[in-house]
């Protein structure tokens, strides 16, 4: 968990600021029954102030794209709206939008429903233009002629070359070209088309470029409903072409559409075909008549007759790599028992107490979680706490009890992992060695403080928050004190069980003063002094402070806040408290730990306390948190503004040359893969993949990267441009990081709502001095698990991919356990091996996001390979895998694998 921004809240913050999330509800259509596209008969219409509300069709000018231009003038509220079939049954946005009077380039997605309005001078926009480069005429720039929806085309000649080749440039000047690669053809006479919004290319050939004939195309299951030019049939208006449906889609069909921009596509229905059959398929431009004549049956490939090879053996459980991870605040996620909730003393909103998950929520959703597809649930720290908000669990107050606000009769830490054990799910302790509470450790250690029920406000004014009337003593305990240390001094004692109204004058030993006392210096009451703690216990270098985090020696001996006061952990007395108490946990049956504040300890003192545990529970995980915002691996190896000694890597290494991290083998400790995450603010945010490859590259610098624990966001970071908040872009750039996280190398953890988008946009945290919890990324999410709630939650889109996903990964070892090679980065797509024990489980992988495209993956092992996202078959025998992959889904080419895996939804299909 982050402590740097946490600071000692103010206690006194009673009012709460109210907010609404915004659902945004996705819907298309299309020729194919692909979402993602947009069909001719979709229609949406402009309706506002510019043309007094009346319906205005708009300009379909991509898949899902609708464009309009309009001019605002002469009313004192220009706004407008964008009405799906022109009747208000489905309109958007919620709020009309507005903006000010002039004129406007206004543009919809149908899929994402963003609404986005471009000032203009006018409505006479000028014209694109596209140009022809390549061999055919020198490379200079030939301008193409526009065919209408986008799409432009050019007839070249191409001779006498050795490798005749071209690309489409967009302004002629080499600053936008496609595709990445030149496209390449034989020498001959070509048309060639070129769609401005996907960036689809083809070229046809034809005998000449005089009088060349109208262009359509071919686009069904058999292509991935991409764009295939059909061939003119000489002296007809018909055009031809030769398909094979070979199991690409469940359900195979396909449509004839003009230009290749789903402006003008034919029939209205997708004509549906038998599959494992070549057919010729003809399509009369003049009629639109469309026939299908069977050539012959397909036996080989996917069509072959032979069954699959059996799955391989279910995991092991032995191996943590096995699994993925569902990453839990247990106050946050179900309230199994509302006899134990309980409201913190800060942030309080009325019917939300921060206690209220619990151990029983959490075994009465554990099919819920196995049904999404986990195998292991990380839970924040269990053992007993004490702040002012301590609902996350990081301020240990007693490491050898369960904190009874989580448990219930028949309901303990206990009972819910013997639960998730009897589900086949593992569970992953949170612990917390760095720092306790502000009240030191009960029976071990005492910090002086006054009790908090004798605590006034400055002018003495009434203390009204919530349950706590009267004075901010703990509520729920009789003499309304919750600092029950066995070691406090006599004094404190006899409060901690009289005097529940705090009014009995107390005289305050450090300063002879007398309380309660209106404004009497907080800090005695909820403040520490650094310079008196048992030295024993506790370091005594004081508070962070600018530089320091960033500088080893105070990161590691200075407190995190006022109520995360830094441990010795080096000292003896420390360490057997700490080690005995984690020991009782593994003894419950704790199946793996993830340490907290790794930065903020030395390794070596670290390791000291893994190792124990591991000596005591051979084979047990442990990963820990090292949080860095960005790359982080160390000045001495990468641009970086501190030493590697503090950054993750260094943690998973015994080297004692942070420039030379394979001066030492692996540490037996991982780490969350931070690195990787903190790409994505730049990266799968906007759509791509870039980036991604150069921090895989770096893999050499850990003790076994296949160990990593990889998230897209946690309860403390998202990757926005300050790592603070909920992930909220389009529902498809989670998708595509998920296939990223579950395919690459190390273990993928999700944070608990991130399958529905959850709060999505929301901080992770408080952030303002009146915001409550119930506004964050911590909100409780009971509500969405509930029996009338329960079925939109598991129909979500991304709940289904995650759903499928974990189902891929937990079939496929490769996914688990190999390391990564072959890495090739483009952008819009990366491409992969994973190979487990020299073949023995072996994948190939490619990720596209944002538009459909093909991979070539070289230096493959030949083979029988099975798509198990389409169940596509390919042989290989030359060392080289070439495949296509719809746009934002994934190719996972498993060597000998068993086929296709799970069931289509919006993104992997």
């Not at 901690?496 to 300063?511: M, N, V, Y």
């Not at 290494?653 to 730049?682: C, E, K, M």
Request: contains cysteine; glycine residues 10%.
């Amino acid at each position: 968990m982050s402590k740097r921004l946490r600071v000692l809240l103010s206690l006194l913050s009673f009012t709460a600021a109210l907010w609404a999330g915004c659902a945004r509800s996705q819907s298309g259509a299309a020729g194919d029954d692909d979402p993602s596209l947009a069909t001719a008969a979709d229609t949406w219409y402009f309706r506002g102030t510019a043309n007094a509300w009346v319906a205005t069709a708009m300009t379909a000018s991509g898949t899902t794209t609708f464009t309009t231009c309009q001019t605002f003038s002469g009313v004192a509220d220009p706004r407008f709206k964008i009405d799906h079939f022109g009747n208000w049954a489905e309109a958007y946005p919620a709020q009309d939008y507005r903006v000010a009077n002039g004129t406007y380039q206004i543009t919809f997605d149908s899929v994402s429903k963003a609404v986005s309005a471009q000032a203009v001078a006018s409505c006479q926009a000028a014209p694109d233009t596209w140009y022809f480069r390549g061999t055919a005429n020198a490379w200079a720039a030939t301008a193409m002629t526009a065919s209408g929806g986008g799409v432009f085309a050019t007839c070249q000649v191409f001779a006498g070359v050795a490798n005749p080749r071209f690309k489409i440039d967009h302004r002629g000047d080499w600053t936008e070209a496609y595709p990445a690669q030149d496209y390449t053809v034989a020498n001959g006479t070509y048309q060639i088309t070129f769609n401005a919004s996907s960036k689809a290319i083809t070229a046809q050939a034809v005998a000449s470029c005089s009088g060349t004939t109208d262009s359509w195309y071919f686009r069904g299951t058999a292509n991935a409903w991409a764009t295939t030019a059909m061939t003119p049939v000489t002296g007809t208006s018909r055009h031809s072409l030769i398909v094979q449906f070979v199991k690409q889609d469940p359900a195979p069909r396909f449509k004839i559409d003009h230009r290749g921009d789903w402006t003008e596509a034919y029939p209205a229905q997708d004509v549906t075909v038998t599959d494992c059959t070549e057919y010729e398929i003809v399509f009369d431009a003049t009629s639109k008549a469309v026939t299908t004549t069977a050539r012959a049956a397909i036996t080989t490939g996917a069509c072959a007759t032979t069954p699959p090879p059996p799955p391989p053996p279910p995991p092991t459980g032995a191996d943590f790599r096995e699994e993925t991870i569902y990453f839990v605040i247990t106050t946050r996620f179900y309230d199994g028992d509302p006899a134990n909730n309980y409201y913190n003393r800060d942030r309080i909103k009325t019917g939300d107490p921060q206690w209220r998950g619990d151990f029983k929520g959490l075994i009465a959703k554990l099919d819920y979680i196995k049904d999404l597809g986990f195998t292991a649930i990380w839970v924040t720290p269990p053992v007993e706490n004490r702040s002012g908000l301590d609902y996350h669990g990081y301020h240990a107050y007693d490491w050898t009890k369960v904190d009874p606000r989580l448990e219930s009769t028949g309901a303990t830490y206990r009972d819910f992992i013997a639960a998730a054990h009897a589900k086949g799910i593992k569970v992953i302790q949170d612990v917390v060695i760095n720092h306790s509470s502000q009240y030191g450790i009960r029976n071990k250690v005492w910090i002086d403080h006054l009790p908090i029920k004798y605590f006034r406000p400055a002018g003495g004014a009434p203390i009204n928050n919530g349950p706590y009337q009267g004075n901010l003593g703990d509520y729920k305990q009789s003499f309304r004190e919750d600092n029950d240390n066995p070691l406090a001094p006599a004094w404190f004692r006899a409060r901690q069980t009289s005097d529940a109204a705090g009014t009995t004058p107390l005289l305050d030993p450090k300063t002879g003063a007398t309380v309660p006392s209106p404004g009497y210096d907080a800090n005695r009451f909820f403040g520490i002094d650094a310079a008196g703690l048992n030295s024993q216990w506790y370091h005594l270098d004081g508070f962070m402070a600018g530089g320091d985090w960033e500088s080893p020696v105070p990161l590691q001996r200075k407190h995190l806040a006022g109520d995360a006061i830094d441990l010795a952990t080096e000292n003896q007395a420390v360490r057997d408290y700490l080690n005995a108490a984690i020991r009782s946990y593994l003894d419950m049956g704790v199946d793996a730990i993830r340490l907290d504040t790794l930065k903020h300890m030395e390794r070596s003192d670290v390791l000291s306390y893994v190792n124990n545990w591991k000596a005591h529970k051979p084979g047990l995980f442990v990963f820990g948190e090292n949080l860095v915002k960005g790359t982080g691996f160390g000045s001495e190896i990468a641009s970086d503004n501190a030493s590697a000694v503090i950054r993750p890597w260094w943690y998973t290494r015994l080297t004692n040359n942070p420039a030379n991290p394979q001066g030492g083998g692996y540490s037996g400790l991982s780490v969350l893969d931070f690195s990787l995450f903190s790409t994505f603010r730049d990266n799968v945010r906007n759509g791509n993949f870039g980036g991604v490859g150069g921090v895989l590259g770096m893999d050499w610098v850990y003790g076994d990267p296949t160990q990593l624990v990889t998230f897209l966001q946690n309860h403390d970071v998202g990757p926005d441009n300050d790592f603070k908040y909920r992930f909220g872009a389009e529902t498809w750039k989670a998708a595509i990081t998920y296939n990223l996280l579950w395919t690459i190398r190390g273990i993928p953890c999700l944070y608990y709502g991130e399958e529905i988008e959850f709060m999505k946009g929301a901080p992770q945290d408080i952030d303002g001095p009146s915001m409550t919890i119930d506004q964050t990324g911590r909100a409780y999410f009971g509500g969405h698990l509930e029996a009338a709630t329960i079925a939109t939650t598991q129909s979500h889109p991304l709940y289904r991919h995650l759903q499928r996903l974990n189902q891929i990964r937990r079939a496929v070892p490769a996914l688990q356990k190999a390391p990564m090679s072959n890495v090739s980065e483009q952008g819009n797509g990366i491409s992969f091996v994973r190979d487990h024990n020299g073949g023995e489980s072996y994948a190939v992988v490619g990720l596209a996001a944002g538009f459909g495209r093909g991979f070539t993956v070289g230096g493959v092992r030949n083979g029988t390979y099975r798509d198990a996202v389409t169940g596509n078959v390919i042989t290989v025998n030359n060392g080289s895998i070439s495949f296509n992959v719809a746009a934002n889904s994934a190719g996972i080419y498993v060597l000998g694998g068993p086929g296709k895996i799970g069931t289509d939804g919006v993104y992997l299909r």
